[in-house]
C-alpha cells in the first residue's frame, strides 16, 4: 500500500482554489438586498446555503443530514473514532462573504479531494456548516455549536430572543427546525478525535507580520449586555437644560466610559464595544426619553472579561441616577475565553512546516465554532490572513489562493490525524 506520505503529497497536489472560489460566489448570492453580505442566522436565506452545500456533499457521495440544531453534517464513514472541519454559512448585516463560509468552502474542497482520490482512510471524517454562528440577531454566538457541545439546549431557545422579540425556537421553527429536539444535536465526545476548523483572521496580525497561517492558542470569551436607559422626552426648546432627563447623554457618557476603561493599561486585551444603538423617539425636537444600547466585552481573561462587564453595569447606573434617568442591563450572552489543543496546534504548524508556509501563534478576538467543539473534542483553528484586518464589512477579503493554502494545512493535518493510533 502507498505510504501516507506519498498520498498526502498527490492529494495536497490538487487542492484547487479556482474550486474554493466558486464555492464562495455560489453563497455570496444568497444574500437580502443591500451592501455585502447579509444572511441572518435561521432565516431562509441561512437554510438555503445550508442545502447548497447539503447537495453540493451528496452529489460527492458523502452521507448528509441537518441536526435538530440546523447543523448540517456530511460524513464519509471510517472504522475509528471521527475528523472533522467546517464553519458557519450565516453572516453579520452587510457582512462580507468569507467569515464561516471560507472554512465551509475549505471544508467542501477537502471532500472533493478526498473522496476524488483514494487515500487510504482509517477514520470517519465529517464535514460540518454549523448553524447560526453570529451573535448579529440574538445576541449569543455560536448557537448551532454551542447546541452540539451542550452549551445551550431547550430552555435557552425560549429566552434567546431578536429585536422583534421573535425567539430562537420561533426562527428554528419558521424554518423547519425542530428546537423541541435540539437537546439531540450533542455530539458524544467518545465518538470524536480532532477538530480543525479553517477561518479568516479578521484582524491584521498575519498581514502586517507577513505569515501565510496563524495558529490559533487562545479564543477570547464574549459578555454581551444590552443596556436600556430611561429618562424623559419632553420639549428641546421649552425644557431648560438643569430640567433634563436626557437618555442620550447618559448613553454617550457610558459608551465613552467602556472605551476609556478598554485603552486603560491595566486591562490589555480588554475590547469593548457599542456597535447598536437605538433613540427613541430620534425626533430633532424632542429630548430623547430612550436609549437601547449593546455592549460587547471581549478578553483572553475570563475574569477581567466579567470584572468589566460588572464594573460597566454599575458605572452605568451610576451615570443614570446622576441624571435623573434610570438604567436596566441585561446579560444577552456570556462566553469563557478557551484555551485550544496545545498538541493539535502543534500538528497545525507541523503542516505549515512541511508545506513551507509561514505561520504565527496568536489569540483570536473573534469567537469560534471550534471554540465550542473544544469542549467535545481537541479542536484547532487555522487563521487565512483578511486584508488589512476587515471583517463584519463588505471589503472584507481573502485571495482564494490563499483560502487554498489554508484548506492545505487543514488537509495534511487531518492525513496526518487520521493515520494516529
Ligand atoms: O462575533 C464574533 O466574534 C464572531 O464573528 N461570531
Ligand atoms: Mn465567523
Ligand atoms: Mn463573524
Request: hydrophobic letters at 45%.
Amino acid at each position: 500500500m502507498t505510504p501516507p506520505t506519498a498520498l498526502d503529497a498527490a492529494a495536497l497536489d490538487t487542492v484547487d482554489s479556482d474550486r474554493i472560489a466558486a464555492h464562495l460566489d455560489r453563497f455570496a448570492r444568497l444574500t437580502e438586498a443591500g451592501e455585502g453580505c447579509t444572511r441572518l442566522a435561521y432565516t431562509p436565506l441561512e437554510r438555503e446555503a445550508h442545502a447548497v452545500f447539503a447537495a453540493h456533499m451528496s452529489g460527492l457521495g458523502l452521507l448528509v443530514h441537518t441536526d435538530p440544531a440546523g447543523n448540517t453534517i456530511a460524513e464519509l464513514p471510517g472504522d475509528a473514532a471521527a475528523l472533522g472541519t467546517g464553519s458557519h454559512l450565516d453572516t453579520v448585516p452587510h457582512g462580507g462573504g468569507l467569515d464561516g463560509i471560507a472554512g465551509v468552502a475549505a471544508a467542501m474542497e477537502i471532500a472533493e479531494v478526498v473522496t476524488r482520490r483514494a487515500s487510504a482512510r482509517r477514520r470517519t471524517w465529517r464535514f460540518v456548516a454549523f448553524a447560526a454562528e453570529e451573535g448579529a440577531r440574538f445576541g449569543q454566538a455560536c448557537n448551532g455549536s454551542r447546541m452540539v457541545a451542550g452549551l445551550t439546549g431547550r430552555a435557552d431557545l425560549d429566552r434567546l430572543a431578536d429585536r422583534d422579540g421573535r425567539t430562537m425556537a420561533e426562527a428554528m421553527t419558521a424554518v423547519g427546525l425542530t428546537p423541541d429536539r435540539a437537546d439531540e444535536a450533542r455530539w458524544a465526545p467518545e465518538d470524536w478525535h480532532a477538530f480543525v476548523e479553517l477561518h479568516i483572521e479578521q484582524g491584521e496580525v498575519l498581514q502586517s507580520r507577513g505569515a501565510d497561517i496563524g495558529v490559533v492558542d487562545l479564543i477570547s470569551g464574549s459578555t454581551r449586555l444590552r443596556v436600556a436607559v430611561h429618562g424623559r422626552a419632553t420639549h428641546s426648546g421649552g425644557t431648560p437644560m438643569h430640567l433634563r432627563h436626557d437618555a442620550l447623554v447618559v448613553a454617550a457618557e457610558c459608551v465613552t466610559l467602556g472605551d476609556r476603561l478598554a485603552r486603560d493599561a491595566r486591562h490589555h486585551g480588554t475590547r469593548v464595544t457599542v456597535g447598536r444603538l437605538e433613540v427613541e423617539p430620534g425626533s430633532i425636537t424632542t429630548i430623547p426619553g430612550a436609549v437601547d444600547f449593546s455592549v460587547d466585552v471581549r478578553d483572553v481573561d475570563t475574569v477581567r472579561q466579567r470584572d468589566v462587564a460588572r464594573r460597566l453595569a454599575a458605572e452605568f447606573d451610576r451615570i443614570a441616577r446622576s441624571h435623573g434617568t434610570s438604567v436596566r442591563v441585561d446579560v444577552l450572552a456570556d462566553t469563557s475565553p478557551v484555551l485550544l489543543s496545545a498538541a493539535l496546534a502543534g500538528r497545525v504548524r507541523d503542516s505549515c512546516a512541511a508545506l513551507g508556509l509561514s505561520y504565527r501563534v496568536l489569540p483570536s478576538g473573534a469567537s469560534h465554532d471550534a471554540q465550542q467543539v473544544n469542549r467535545i473534542t481537541p479542536a484547532a483553528l487555522v487563521f487565512v490572513p483578511s486584508r488589512d484586518g476587515v471583517s463584519h464589512a463588505p471589503q472584507e477579503y481573502t485571495t482564494p489562493a490563499q483560502i487554498a493554502a489554508g484548506t492545505k494545512v487543514v488537509l495534511r493535518t487531518l492525513l496526518r490525524l487520521d493515520a494516529d493510533a
